[in-house]
């Protein structure tokens, strides 16, 4: 159904359209910090991060090794009558798989471990390649699927998930919290960080278009923002 | 032509929904590509209403096994015991126990069958062409989407539960026959709300205004 034709830009690529109620209206300049909103339905449309693409960068590193740490740690441990157990978030999804509940297995993991490490390594990858001279094309095929990954990352939600588990056990045994789980507590915080610090329209505007031809000469964008950091 | 008060499909114009791009398409071609970053383009997302629906649909039907079924078997010295999502709740409900209770009844069972719900009376306004409470009606799906994933907590909970307690032949749990359908609620309703176009709700006042001139 989807053809092949790119579209042509407009003129103005200050006039953009709401992601929520379509109408078309100008995105103003803004300051570092500042936010524009939708004139009809409130959507926030952009909001211009100060140093976007150093901090982002910088998060990004911290929470790819909290990561890796995180996952090779056990999160989770417990004692009752001098036996002891414990596990990591692999090692849960790997149980429910062991139980034949593969479907569910295959969820956890991709919520918990598979999506989280795509949504760091994308974002390492985005930030590196944004901040060249001229972004190569990647940079915006990651971006593209950065919004996807997103949302089945799901490292906050697996938080509560363990804490209402740890209440649940503590009734029948000695919970000891493993050094994965401050560490995943962290990478909350640090995910969320990212998140108010990353400023895709700045990304958009610094990267090669995909049809070379219909880009606009002059990088304004770009000029004026490196004129204002 | 002033595009004040006009939205881009009736100035013929598509927004890109990756990088927010607004374009316009070739003649006679509904369906094009974003120049900058090469996303499939439309006016509307392709088959919104039937898609949403679907999986609606299949969410309501998977609601009931994941409520019937239980979500984890305790294995005790004693016997075997079964609880449902509900019966879970139940449990943990004590004097110091209850804000977690809480949690996991408006995740588990109050979030799934709200979002059902209002993603049915969003469908069936847009649907009926509705003008009225276009802000509210938008709110609505804004919570619908943003609150979605936090019904994943009972799974992970069930997970990490089944994970530790395995303490043969004193205790062991396991997950449930309900696990997976519940798990399916939560994608099902996920993947409905985003297939869901906001823009449909917008679209009967659209065409109203250009009607009244």
């Not at chain 1, 952009?46 to 740690?73: F, G, I, K, Q």
């Not at chain 1, 699927?145 to 990352?153: C, K, N």
């Not at chain 1, 209440?167 to 401050?182: E, N, Q, S």
């Not at chain 2, 997302?45 to 984890?72: D, E, F, G, M």
Request: net charge neutral; charged share 15%; aromatic share 8%.
């Amino acid at each position: 159904m989807y053809s092949y034709v790119y579209n042509q830009p407009l003129d103005d690529p200050s006039i953009i359209a709401c992601p929520h109620c379509d109408l078309l209206q100008r995105l103003p300049e803004l300051a570092p910090g500042a936010a524009a909103r939708c004139a009809r339905c409130n959507e926030e449309l952009w909001c211009r991060r100060e140093d976007s693409l150093n901090r982002t960068l910088a998060l990004s590193t911290a929470a790819a090794l909290l990561y890796l740490v995180a996952n090779s740690v056990p999160m989770l441990g417990l004692t009752i009558v001098g036996r002891e157990a414990s596990t990591t978030v692999i090692g849960g999804a790997a149980h429910l798989w062991a139980e034949g509940r593969e479907t569910v297995a295959a969820l956890v993991l991709v919520t918990a471990v598979v999506a989280p490490a795509l949504q760091i390594a994308f974002m390492l990858a985005i930030t590196l390649g944004a901040r060249r001279e001229r972004s190569p094309r990647w940079t915006g095929v990651l971006l593209r699927y950065y919004r996807t990954i997103r949302t089945w990352s799901m490292i906050e939600v697996m938080m509560l998930g363990v804490l209402v588990a740890i209440i649940k056990i503590a009734d029948y045994a000695t919970v000891i919290p493993g050094v994965a789980l401050f560490m995943l507590g962290t990478l909350v915080f640090l995910l969320a960080a990212i998140q108010v610090s990353f400023d895709p329209r700045e990304v958009w505007n610094r990267i090669e278009w995909a049809e070379a031809g219909a880009q606009p000469h002059a990088v304004d964008d770009t000029s004026a923002a490196e004129a204002s950091s | 032509m002033s595009p004040t008060g006009w939205s881009a499909m009736r100035a013929g114009l598509q927004s890109c929904g990756s990088c927010g791009l607004v374009s316009r398409p070739a003649a006679d071609e509904d369906f094009g590509r974003c120049p900058r970053c090469d996303e499939a383009l439309a006016f509307r997302k392709p088959a919104s209403l039937q898609r949403t629906w679907a999986y609606v649909i299949a969410a309501a039907i998977c609601y009931i096994p994941a409520n019937v079924l239980p979500v984890l078997t305790t294995a005790t010295a004693t016997g075997t015991e079964s609880d449902t999502i509900l019966q879970g709740v139940v449990l943990l409900w004590s004097p110091t126990g209850w804000p977690l209770s809480l949690i996991v009844l408006i995740a588990s069972i109050m979030i799934p069958s709200a979002k059902i719900l209002a993603l049915g009376y969003l469908l069936i306004s847009v649907q009926r062409g509705s003008i009225k409470n276009n802000e509210q009606r938008l709110r609505l799906y804004r919570t619908v989407e943003f609150i979605g994933r936090w019904s994943m907590v009972d799974v992970f909970v069930d997970t990490f539960t089944a994970a530790l307690i395995q303490l043969q032949p004193l205790m062991s749990v396991e997950p449930g026959p309900g696990l997976f359908f519940f798990a399916a609620v939560v994608v099902l309703t996920m993947l409905a709300a985003e297939s869901f176009d906001p823009r449909l709700i917008w679209d009967a006042t659209n065409s109203s205004e250009v009607a009244n001139g």
